[in-house]
């Protein structure tokens, strides 16, 4: 299969074909023969620098928050990927936006652990079962899950603690590059925030996006919510569609693809079989803003369909 000619080089925004070829392969395999690789791993990399070139639409914003939306049967869905890094400034953009949506008739949920950090006293905001979902399906895949089942008081204390030497390793150096950003510039710092990704990120860590950009723009929207879009824009560049990624996050750590991806999918179901109104509004971190409108275009195109769901305690 031709590859669409001059479309694949550093400088150029890849055509549509091409495009469209990475966005319909299910598998790895479908993938390489689409891509004419020799291997997955071309394939995987080839398509994640094509993918990340591509023109991305800007988010919209509603009360003061980008979200994308998705209409899947009437249902008015909105995603907004935020930081969940538990500062002031996040947290009263979240509660005011809350507020205004229930205000306005909106059902709202979050990923699991936002709302005991944000949104405690929202009576009405639902916290969904991702995560207890997730850690039931390492259970159930004989892997192991980072903790047992803990009390929700001592959930997000939980969450807090679940990185690991080398993430912390890469994380204070990528503080200390970003530190120095003010002193040497962006130039700088991006340069070497690139060569530092090289060695601290790891094969899976490339399908869920933990590299030096992610980390600034973090940093940078949960010191000031008005950089959320540029946050939420990273991740819709960086990271391919679902199957693609879940499957190559197969291939390196199964465990940390059931904790991750897989949680946007059960997000998902769980927002579409829990909503009965007009609009639902969710919070999740912005990484997995893409995968949850991945699975609600599906549900849109008819690809998915809501059937039976079983709610964790």
Known sequence: MALDTGADSEA??????????IREASTLDELATSLNADSHDEAYFRAKRLWSRRTVPTAGMRDGLPGARVTVDGV????HGITHANTETEQAVV???TTAAEN?????YCEQGIRSMYLEDFDSVCAMDDYR???????HHDLDAPVADVPRSEFQGLLDSLGSVSDE?????????ESGSAIYGEQFSTAL?????DFLTSEADLATGEDFEAFRRTRRAAADPANLDALQDYYRRVLLPQPLEREWLRRHDRELEL?????????TDYVLHEADGPRAEVFVGAAHQPGLVYYLEQYRDGHRAVGDFEYLG
């Open 104 to 108: 306005d008739g909106a059902s709202v």
């Open 12 to 21: 150029d925004t890849p055509g549509p074909r091409l495009l469209a070829r």
């Open 133 to 139: 979902w997730a850690m039931d399906r390492c259970a």
């Open 76 to 79: 008015d869905v909105v995603v």
């Open 259 to 267: 904790l991750t991806h897989a949680r946007n999918e059960r997000m």
């Open 95 to 97: 509660r005011g936006h």
């Open 193 to 197: 925030g690139d060569v530092a990704s």
């Open 169 to 177: 390793l890469r994380e204070a150096t990528f503080s200390l590059i």
